[in-house]
C-alpha cells in the first residue's frame, strides 16, 4: 500500500514523530527558528500532508502543494487558514481544541495577578536594588479577588478562566458573546451582559475571541475609552483582535491602569515598539499553551488529526468552516 507522504514543519516530540512515522512517510525541519518560505515551498511540493503552526495557508502555498489533502495545525487558534482557498482546493484544516484548554486559563490567571500586583514589575525593582528607595504606596495593587471580570469571547477557555473566577477568587464575571451560552450561565454562575457593558463595568477585561474578519481589531480607541480608569485589560487571543495603536495610547493616557498580554499584532514584538517601554504592561512571548505535557498533547493530536484524514478516516478536529 502506498504511504502517504506529509512534511512537519516543526520540531515536535519524538513519540509524536514515530507515530507519524508508523503510517506516513515523512520529512521533518529540524533547525532553531522559522522555517523559511523559500524551504517550505520546496518541502511540500509532492506531500499530501502538513504539520505545522502559524504557516499562513493561502492560495500561494496551495499553489506550490498541487498534492496537500491535509494541514494539520498545533494549535487551537486557525487564523492562518485562509478556509475560503482551503475549501476551493478541498484541502481539510485541522486544529487542536480542548487539550490547551487549562493551560492557557492558568497563564491568563497569571497575566491577571502579574498585573493587579504589580509583580513583573517590582520583581524587577527588587533585583535593581530599589526596595529601599520606593514609597510604600508604589507597592500598592489592585484586588483580584471580588472584583469583576469581563470576559469578551465565551468559548471553552474563557469559561474555564471563569470557572476558576469565580470558585478561587469569589469574583464576578460578565461576558459578552455573539451567542449566548446559558449553558455556562447556569453552571458557572456567569453573567451575559451587551459589550459596552462588559468594558465598562469591569475591573479585569479578558479578550478570548478568535481573530477572524468580524473580530479583527475588536477593540479598539472607543472600546478602550468605555473601560474603568483603574480598568486591567488582558489579551490572550490573537493580537489582531485589538488595534495596538489604541493600547498603547490608553495605556501611556492613563485611561486604563494596565494591560498583560500575550499576544501581539507582529509576533515576535518589534524592538522598537512603544509597549517594552511601558512598566504598566506585562508581557509574555505567546505562551499561553507552552508547558511541557501541554505541548506534548497537542502535538500528538495535531499528528493524529493529519494521520486520520490520509487514512480514509474523518479527523475529530476539522475547522468548523471546512467542515461538509
Ligand atoms: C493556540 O493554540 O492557538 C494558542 O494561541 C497557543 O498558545
Given at each position: 500500500m502506498n504511504r502517504p507522504k506529509v512534511y512537519i514543519a516543526k520540531k515536535i516530540p519524538s513519540f509524536v514523530e514515530e507515530y507519524i512515522g508508523k503510517h506516513c512517510d515523512y520529512e521533518m525541519y529540524d533547525n532553531e527558528g522559522r522555517i523559511s518560505e523559500e524551504t517550505l515551498y520546496e518541502k511540500i511540493k509532492d506531500t499530501e500532508g502538513l504539520l505545522q503552526s502559524g504557516i499562513a495557508i493561502d492560495q500561494k502555498l496551495l499553489d506550490r502543494a498541487p498534492k496537500l489533502k491535509v494541514v494539520s495545525n498545533v494549535s487551537v487558534g486557525y487564523n492562518n487558514f485562509d478556509t475560503d482557498a482551503m475549501k476551493q482546493r478541498n484541502v481539510i484544516g485541522t486544529n487542536t481544541p480542548e487539550v490547551l484548554n487549562d493551560t492557557v486559563a492558568d497563564l491568563i490567571f497569571a497575566l491577571m495577578l502579574s498585573c493587579a500586583r504589580k509583580v513583573s514589575y517590582l520583581d524587577r525593582c527588587v533585583k535593581e536594588g530599589r526596595w529601599n528607595m520606593m514609597d510604600d504606596k508604589s507597592f500598592f495593587g489592585k484586588d483580584v479577588h471580588h472584583a469583576t471580570l469581563g470576559i469578551v469571547g465565551m468559548g471553552r477557555i474563557g469559561q474555564d478562566v471563569a470557572r476558576r473566577a469565580i470558585c478561587g477568587f469569589d469574583m464576578n464575571v460578565l461576558y459578552f458573546n455573539r451567542t449566548r451560552k446559558t449553558e455556562a450561565e447556569e453552571k458557572l454562575g456567569v453573567r451575559y451582559a451587551d459589550m459596552e457593558t462588559v468594558l465598562s463595568s469591569s475591573d479585569f477585561v479578558l479578550v478570548m475571541t478568535p481573530l477572524s474578519s468580524d473580530t479583527y481589531h475588536l477593540i479598539d480607541e472607543p472600546q478602550f475609552r468605555l473601560m474603568k480608569s483603574d480598568a486591567i485589560f488582558i489579551n490572550a487571543s490573537r493580537g489582531a483582535t485589538v488595534n495596538e495603536k489604541a493600547l498603547i495610547k490608553a495605556l501611556q493616557e492613563g485611561w486604563i491602569l494596565g494591560a498583560g498580554l500575550d499576544v501581539y499584532e507582529q509576533e515576535p514584538v518589534d524592538r522598537e515598539n512603544p509597549l517594552l517601554k511601558l512598566d504598566n504592561a506585562v508581557l509574555l512571548p505567546?505562551?499561553?499553551?507552552?508547558t511541557e505535557k501541554t505541548r506534548n498533547d497537542m502535538a500528538m493530536l495535531a499528528a493524529e488529526n493529519m494521520v486520520k484524514a490520509l487514512t480514509g478516516q474523518v479527523p475529530p478536529n476539522i475547522v468548523p468552516e471546512l467542515r461538509k
Open positions: 505567546h505562551i499561553g499553551s507552552a
